[in-house]
């Protein structure tokens, strides 16, 4: 439903990460007043690196965490650059920068500054500046009439909380930072080594402890001892693909390399890797662990390990939020959401961009983006709150009836779905192109796992690609 009145309304973004960003972009396009409140010094959310880990939890129990990024200094995209651009703005290749199809995070954060340049976005970001508190004017109102209380504090005034009242807040905090840790027996009493891939950045501490300090190097390479030093047993749990990644770093400098997985049915490209290593091993997951330093897994076996590397996920939090229960966490299930974007109790004046996982995501977040401006500005309205209720009930029933577990319920991994997530707006379907590129990455990772991100033979696509409007509409420089 289209409505001719046009309101424009005070809005607050929180992060400035790629949701955050097209976020803001396109609230402005429609009319209202943004602010993005950043908590760190530039925009990227996840891809802006932060190579300094030292003061966070090693396992990130904290509630409040001091490192967003996760993001490990070898870290390369898993999709090729072609379909990751948003849909007016493609992902070129720039001179002088890296250029290949699947380049290292750095080159996804330059690409997230021009964004942010070409669309004039930065003026209207405040970086440094934490939040506090985001939490509901008292009134009578719900949804569309709500007002927004955001407390926000900046980091060089530490003792001054600003408090400022919107018309509506967008959470586009991302979902990769506050780690998902397994429920291990002996876990909270095992004395080793124990870390999340969180604060995981290059594979050189796992060498040896003794070995972390330069001169510990020099001294070992001029007495030519290297290869007698005692070299550290290591466990990873989870078969991610950062697990797999984090492994395959690991087995250079480790003596042992143990890839702890729910199923021991892994991939060709997985196992081409482990056939190749005689450091690396795969294992089922862990039974116990036990205070002599000893990983019992669920077959029997067992080890004495150095270190456990958890590359277990990240949950969803918002810690600033207070919504008085009507936007609950539960399990990765952040809910009840409409189309994983809208609260039904509270929106069009609440609402998330960048929940969904396993998706192209910055066409599906621009989307979501038009969308929310669009509600606030009056031009479409959402369904009646008990319509949306049942929609996102109807979600839930088709999960539990598929027996997909509650924290897989915004894995979408379904272009289809996306496609009509973009109807609601006549945002355009995604390009076949694009879909099909996606699709051949994949299955190049599942059997090339080593070299698919400098291997592939999807030429006719990528010329397909090259060739679309999309990347016409603009000429690489």
Not at 25 to 34: A, S, T
Not at 249 to 274: C, F
Not at 280 to 304: K, M, N, T, Y
Not at 330 to 343: A, C, K, N
Request: charge should be neutral; hydrophobic fraction near 40%.
């Amino acid at each position: 439903m289209v409505s001719p009145l046009s309101l424009s309304k005070n809005v607050c973004v929180i992060g400035a990460g790629p949701s955050g960003l097209v976020a803001a972009r396109e609230l402005r396009k429609e009319g209202h007043n943004v602010v993005v409140l950043e908590q760190r010094c530039d925009v990227g959310g996840q891809w802006l690196y932060e190579p300094n880990v030292e003061g966070e939890d090693p396992l990130g129990k904290k509630k409040v965490l001091q490192v967003h990024s996760s993001i490990y200094s070898s870290l390369r995209l898993i999709s090729p650059r072609e379909i990751m651009g948003f849909t007016d703005f493609p992902f070129l290749v720039k001179k002088g920068r890296d250029a290949r199809r699947f380049p290292g995070h750095r080159e996804l954060w330059l690409y997230l500054k021009d964004f942010c340049e070409h669309f004039g976005l930065r003026e209207m970001i405040r970086f440094n500046t934490s939040v506090e508190c985001v939490r509901m004017v008292e009134h009578d109102g719900i949804g569309r009439d709500l007002k927004w209380m955001v407390k926000s504090k900046e980091k060089s005034k530490e003792e001054t909380v600003v408090e400022e009242v919107f018309d509506a807040v967008v959470v586009a905090t991302g979902h990769y930072s506050h780690p998902r840790l397994p429920a291990i027996k002996g876990m909270d009493t095992w004395k080793r080594k124990q870390l999340h891939s969180h604060i995981y950045r290059v594979p050189e501490p796992f060498r040896n402890e003794v070995m972390q300090k330069a001169f510990y190097f020099q001294l070992a390479e001029r007495d030519n001892k290297i290869n007698s030093l005692r070299l550290q047993i290591v466990v990873v749990v989870g078969n991610s693909l950062s697990g797999q990644d984090i492994s395959m770093e690991l087995v250079e400098v480790a003596k042992e390399v143990h890839l702890s997985a729910k199923s021991l049915n892994i991939t060709e490209g997985l196992s081409k890797v482990i056939s190749k290593h005689d450091n690396l091993h795969l294992r089922p997951q862990i039974e116990a662990l036990q205070e002599d330093g000893r990983v019992l897994f669920v077959d029997g076996s067992w080890l004495i390990a150095d270190a456990i590397l958890h590359c277990t996920g990240y949950s969803y939090t918002f810690p600033f939020l207070d919504t008085k229960g009507r936007v609950a966490v539960d399990d990765d299930r952040v809910g009840p959401l409409y189309e994983h974007t809208f609260p039904p109790s509270l929106a069009p004046s609440l609402s998330f961009v960048g929940i969904p996982r396993k998706i192209i995501g910055f066409p599906f977040f621009e989307a979501q983006a038009k969308w929310i401006a669009q509600l606030l500005s009056g031009k479409r309205r959402l369904p009646p709150r008990d319509e949306m209720m049942r929609c996102v009930e109807e979600l839930y029933r088709s999960r539990d009836a598929a027996s997909i577990p509650k924290h897989y319920t915004h894995d979408i991994a379904d272009f289809e779905y996306c496609d009509r997530y973009g109807d609601h707006i006549g945002f355009p379907h995604l390009e076949e192109w694009r879909k099909q590129l996606c699709l051949s990455a994949l299955v190049n990772a599942d059997a090339n796992l080593e070299a698919y991100r400098d291997s592939w033979d999807d030429h006719e696509l990528l010329q397909q690609a090259l060739q679309s409007p999309h990347f016409t509409q603009f000429k690489a420089s």
